[in-house]
Structures are given as C-alpha cells and as structure tokens.
C-alpha cells in the first residue's frame, strides 16, 4: 500500500484553468496536489470544464473523473467549494445560484480575508474584448493554443524520459511575445480597476493562464494561473498571507508514481472507492460558446453585481 501524503491545512484555495476534457489538463499533478492540500474553503475560479472542447470531441479519462471525485471528497469532509464559471464552462452560469453535489455556483463572490481585507474572485474573461466580441477570433486562438499544447506534450515526454521537470513552450512564448505581454498587462490593469470599482482591497482572478500576485495598481492583484501549462495554485493562509505554489516541479515524482501504480494492478490511484458524480444539467452550447482565452482587453467595466456572495472562511478547529 502506498503511503499516505502529508497534508498541508490552509484557510483557502484558489485554483482554475483545469480545462477537464482536454488532453492539455494535467490532470495527475492536479490529482497529486488535492493529495496534499486541504482547505477551509476552496474557489474554482472558472474553466474548470472545457465544454468547448468537448462539445467537438469527447475526451474524458479516468483521471479527470478523479479530480472531479476528489473534490466531492472534500465537500463530504466539510470543505466549502464554490464555483465561480469561466468562458470554457460558460453553460454553468446558467445555474448561478444553484448547488451541486455541495458544490456552489456563483457569477463572482467578494472573499474577506483572514485579515480583514475584501477580494472580488471572478474568472475574468468579461474583460476579454475577443471573447466578448469576436468570437470567430477565440476559436482561430484557441486552436493556435491547442496545437502549442500538443506540441508541449511531445517535448515533455522526452524531458521526463531525461529526468526534467515539466516544461511549457506555450508559457514561455506567451512571456517572449511583445503582444501577449502587453495583453497581460492590460488585463491586469483592468481587474484592478474593477476591485475598486466593488470598494475592495484585491482581485483574485484566472483566464490568462499567468499566475501573478502583485500591487502595481492600486489593489492587490492575484492570478491563480492554470492546470494546463504552469500548475500553479494560490492559496491564504491563516495569518491572511497569500501564496503561489507552483506544480511543475513535482511531475517526475509523479509520473514515476502512477507508472509503479499502474505495474502493481491497481484500478484506482486516487481514492479506493469512487464517489458517484452527481448529474449536471445537460449544457447546450451554441456556436457562439467557441470561445478561447487569448485577445485584447475590453475598455469599459463588465463585471455584473448580481451573484455576489461574501464568503468567510472557517477558520480551523
């Protein structure tokens, strides 16, 4: 039997970008670090599911059932989980308001620190002028996106078999391209605006797969980055502190972990008995849902009042 991990207890989670249904998700780190983290209160901060994706071919391993399993796990222990939809699970904001298998769905929540310090949490897509407006252009980005991921996988494969940790082309482009950077900038920016538009101290978001956690506007400005390219999660700790952790590092051990799994015979590699997934209103998604997460920031606000919810973490017993 294979040891237990050691579990790190935090106030709060803030993960997205899953993009569950892709072959781009990686979905065993992300099973690995649900393993060793547990939380108060958990964000999904949107693109969770990529119903996009799998509206044009379905694509649903084991392991994605995993991560969904999970974190019903972690609802079922006490684990408050809300769900705040991006443009790749846009379908769910339809239900805002609704709760599933303890799951909540949201628009955007207000988050008040351990401090006492008050964060919009939104996905942040509502700022993107190419998914708002041109969608014809989000779905030519999206699969430009795609096709770097898949060429990701490749080199990664030989980098595992060299002993190297995870490598993203796709990250490391997006740093070296002018516009991509100055698109980051500009969504950082108006994020920002928008946390004080609400009379808050920070914005924690996700979308642009860039993790990020910085003051340069004004307000704090968070980023919980991905589970495609990065691996990275944010996460408050009990003293109010936020913090980056980063995954990648970890997919050797992993990847090594799985495989002696797998050679032992075993049919699970997460939890012993799977949990049954509660059924989710059947999406229907139009053309218009062909959304990616790459373009040009939108000049005005676009944030809606309605859906808020302050949550307050528990603190721990």
Not at 5 to 13: A, C, E, K
Not at 302 to 312: D, H, K, Q
Request: hydrophobic share 40%; proline share 2%.
């Amino acid at each position: 039997m294979s040891k237990e991990p050691d579990v790190i207890r935090v106030r709060t989670l803030f993960l997205s970008d899953f993009h569950l249904g892709t072959k781009g998700c990686q979905a065993d780190l992300l099973i690995d670090f649900l393993r060793h983290y547990e939380a108060d209160t958990i964000y999904l901060v949107g693109d969770i599911v990529d119903g996009w994706r799998l509206k044009s071919g379905w694509y649903w391993p084991q392991t994605h059932n995993d991560v969904v399993q999970k974190l019903l796990r972690k609802v079922r222990k006490g684990t408050h989980i809300i769900y705040l939809p991006g443009n790749h699970d846009e379908f769910l904001r339809d239900y805002v308001g609704s709760n599933f298998g303890g799951i909540e769905i949201l628009d955007h929540a207000i988050h008040e620190g351990a401090d006492g310090n008050r964060y919009l949490v939104i996905h942040g897509d509502q700022f993107d002028m190419v998914v708002r407006h041109a969608r014809w252009l989000a779905f030519l980005g999206d699969w430009a996106y795609g096709a770097a991921l898949a060429t990701n996988t490749y080199v990664n494969i030989v980098r595992r078999k060299m002993g190297l940790t995870y490598w993203s082309l796709s990250a490391w482009a997006k740093l070296k391209v002018k516009n991509a950077v100055n698109f980051i900038g500009r969504f950082e920016e108006m994020l920002s605006t928008e946390a004080q538009r609400f009379d808050v101290q920070g914005v924690i978001c996700g979308h642009i797969h860039h993790a990020a956690l910085h003051d340069k506007f004004g307000v704090r400005y968070i980023n919980t980055g991905d589970w495609v390219e990065s691996c990275t999660a944010v996460v408050e700790h009990y003293d109010g502190n936020f913090e980056i952790l980063r995954w990648t590092d970890r997919q050797v051990d992993v990847s090594s972990e799985r495989r002696a799994e797998r050679k032992r015979g075993k049919g699970q590699t997460v939890d012993a008995q799977p949990e049954a997934v509660p059924a989710l209103p059947s999406p229907v998604l139009a053309e218009d849902d062909v959304t990616a997460d790459a373009g040009t920031c939108a000049g005005d606000s676009a944030a809606t009042e309605s859906g808020t919810r302050t949550s307050n973490a528990r603190q721990a017993a």
